[in-house]
């Protein structure tokens, strides 16, 4: 009889466990469902900026500023090789299909041989501030501090050109598909313009605004603008429909610079406010907005398009944030000091970040 109840009594337990497990997965959502852990800490050179991955050969390349060199990290056995590139290389950009790294630093950039690590430095006449590659004509596009004219490398032969574009463009986005470039500017005068790659041509989609950051949504063939000055001087997130021509303002109470990027397999956006811990989720298809919150000095972020994962660099409080895109939900994880740069293997859904103050990358496992 005693054994009759002690039995009796574990199955109770053990089905209220159970029953409380479930309460709790399905409460807690991405916490419980995906084991987002720290796998490794990885040495780098001084002061690294940024981080890309090349999925195709499993390497990542980390820009180090101070000592003008490119971390080369091998995806499978996390162990390092060191490149010697231009002076304070600052931002990168892969191609995968050439395997070609590109780093940009001080009126200059190298491109990597991924296969062989060897370089070339291509002078460029002002220092580089950001860039973006289309892959469709192979053609790298740099836009320069205080240069109003685009710096445009060709990947096949590393000729380089240059395009007027006039005022103080910071920002640049591609779109593969239509094989346009959109260029975006933070002065009184700036203007948010759009290149044809194929032609050559530009044109002004909209005169006086200051544009933080431009993410594309390449199925919708519509941009996402992080920008102020369209029709205050408040922060927003304009919605510009490339094919029809008209215009959507999102109204966003952003403190400072709000980072902005696009999951394409759902067509939900994301921006990410420097200046507080509002992460503002905007759906593509309605324009309805969901405000969650985050950690402290947004910026860099990352997408697993695949998984529906969103990685944002805090720098003020040395986490990153994961936000699981399909419940909202959101998990925390401890980094190094001052991440500034993210990136995501599509492949291994491992996850690259940048601690700038502890010359160090921290690896995570997202599956």
């Known amino acids: 009889m005693k054994e009759f109840i002690l039995h009796?009594?574990?199955?109770?337990?053990?089905?209220?466990?159970?029953?409380?497990?479930?309460?709790?997965?399905?409460?807690l959502g991405p916490r419980a469902l995906?084991?987002?852990?720290?796998?490794?800490?990885?040495?780098?050179?001084?002061?690294?900026?940024?981080?890309?991955?090349?999925?195709?050969?499993?390497?990542?390349?980390?820009?180090?500023?101070y000592d003008s060199t490119v971390t080369v990290i091998d995806g499978?056995?996390?162990?390092?090789?060191t490149i010697h590139a231009c002076f304070a290389p600052q931002m990168l950009v892969v191609n995968p299909a050439m395997n070609r790294i590109y780093a940009a630093g001080s009126e200059s950039v190298t491109v990597i041989d991924g296969a062989t690590d060897d370089t070339i430095d291509i002078p460029v006449p002002a220092?580089?501030?950001?860039?973006?590659?289309?892959?469709?004509?192979?053609?790298?596009?740099?836009?320069?501090?205080?240069?109003?004219?685009?710096?445009?490398?060709?990947?096949k032969t590393n000729a380089v050109s240059f395009l007027p574009v006039g005022g103080s463009p910071v920002t640049i986005a591609a779109n593969m598909r239509t094989n346009m470039i959109y260029i975006g500017g933070i002065s009184v005068d700036s203007s948010l313009i759009v290149l044809d790659c194929a032609t050559g041509r530009m044109h002004v989609i909209l005169d006086t605004i200051i544009v933080y950051g431009i993410t594309v949504d390449p199925a919708a063939n519509k941009?996402?603008?992080?920008?102020?000055?369209?029709?205050?001087?408040?922060?927003?997130?304009?919605?510009?429909?490339?094919?029809?021509?008209?215009?959507?303002?999102i109204n966003y109470a952003a403190v400072d610079n709000p980072s902005i990027a696009l999951n394409p397999a759902t067509g939900k956006v994301y921006v990410?406010?420097?200046?507080s811990s509002d992460i503002k989720v905007i759906d593509g298809?309605?324009?309805?907005?969901?405000?969650?919150?985050?950690g402290a000095g947004q910026g860099a972020m990352a997408v697993d398009e695949a998984l529906n994962r969103i990685y944002i660099a805090n720098s003020n409080d040395n986490t990153v944030t994961v936000l699981d895109g399909r419940t909202n939900g959101i998990t925390t994880l401890r980094v190094?000091?001052?991440?500034?740069?993210?990136?995501?293997?599509?492949?291994?859904?491992?996850?690259?970040?940048?601690?700038?103050?502890?010359?160090?990358?921290?690896?995570?496992?997202g599956r």
């Not at 009796?8 to 409460?27: M, Q």
């Not at 690294?48 to 500023?65: F, L, R």
């Not at 499978?76 to 090789?81: D, E, I, M, Q, Y």
């Not at 941009?223 to 008209?246: F, H, K, M």
Request: glycine share 6%; net charge negative.
């Open 223 to 249: 941009i996402y603008v992080s920008c102020a000055g369209r029709r205050t001087n408040s922060p927003e997130v304009l919605v510009v429909d490339c094919s029809t021509g008209t215009f959507h303002d």
């Open 76 to 81: 499978a056995r996390n162990s390092t090789a």
């Open 127 to 155: 220092d580089p501030i950001a860039m973006a590659l289309n892959p469709v004509p192979n053609r790298l596009y740099i836009v320069c501090r205080n240069f109003g004219q685009l710096v445009v490398i060709d990947g």
């Open 8 to 27: 009796h009594f574990c199955d109770n337990v053990f089905a209220a466990a159970l029953i409380a497990l479930l309460f709790t997965v399905d409460t």
């Open 285 to 294: 298809a309605t324009y309805e907005t969901t405000t969650l919150t985050g």
């Open 336 to 365: 190094g000091t001052k991440p500034v740069a993210i990136a995501v293997n599509s492949v291994t859904h491992k996850v690259y970040v940048v601690n700038q103050y502890d010359n160090t990358v921290t690896v995570i496992d």
């Open 34 to 65: 995906y084991a987002q852990k720290v796998m490794a800490t990885i040495p780098t050179g001084a002061l690294p900026t940024d981080v890309v991955v090349n999925p195709v050969t499993d390497k990542i390349y980390v820009s180090n500023t």
């Open 272 to 275: 990410a406010d420097r200046g």
